[in-house]
């Protein structure tokens, strides 16, 4: 309990927070983010934690980053994005009822800081590609909002950065998050 007690009470937090940026969606914008620097394989760590509580069933997650690569980003914001890539991958997976993997991987070059988030799944369906990153719209899952990855972009914007799909067919899907060293 004393272990994760307070896991738990940051998963709440951020289930509250992102229920109050979702409901204030339509009418306000986010929040600017709150640049600090932030270990990527810590961030890493807290978005497979709350994966494995909701219970990811046959999905394997990797990632491959340095323990010691520093990124500037606001941390909540940033697990926000890679928790909701992560999530998509995983329904993608349970949507074809097999094993499936996802890779989470980060690293730098001289001018920017990127994530990748790739899974091995079916890929993205037509209709979802046509409307990725418009809110209400892009939603690939029954019951989605069609939000996750607007609101994701949207962050990414508030950083000076980028969120792209890189690839996505048959043999599954990548998407980048890519962030300038500018500000740094």
Not at 71 to 77: F, G, I, K, V
Not at 117 to 136: H, S, V, W, Y
Not at 150 to 172: F, N, P, W, Y
Request: aromatic share 6%; with cysteine; hydrophobic share 40%.
């Amino acid at each position: 309990v004393a272990r994760l007690a307070p896991k738990l009470v940051r998963s709440i937090s951020r289930a509250v927070n992102l229920c109050e940026t979702t409901l204030t969606y339509g009418r306000a914008e986010e929040p600017a983010p709150q640049l600090e620097m932030v270990n990527l394989a810590s961030l890493f760590e807290d978005v497979l934690e709350g994966e494995q509580l909701i219970g990811a069933g046959e999905i394997v997650y990797h990632k491959v980053v340095s323990p010691s690569l520093q990124l500037q980003a606001d941390p909540e914001q940033m697990y926000r994005v890679i928790s909701n890539l992560c999530r998509n991958a995983r329904q993608a997976l349970q949507s074809t009822h097999r094993t499936g993997v996802v890779y989470l991987t980060g690293g730098e070059d001289l001018t920017n800081w990127w994530i990748k988030i790739e899974d091995d799944g079916p890929g993205l369906p037509k209709p979802a590609l046509e409307n990725l990153f418009t809110a209400f719209q892009g939603g690939t899952t029954r019951g989605g909002s069609g939000l996750g990855l607007a609101i994701s972009a949207e962050l990414v914007r508030g950083h000076g950065g980028s969120l792209v799909l890189d690839k996505t067919d048959a043999s599954g899907t990548i998407f980048t998050v890519c962030l300038p060293k500018e500000n740094y």
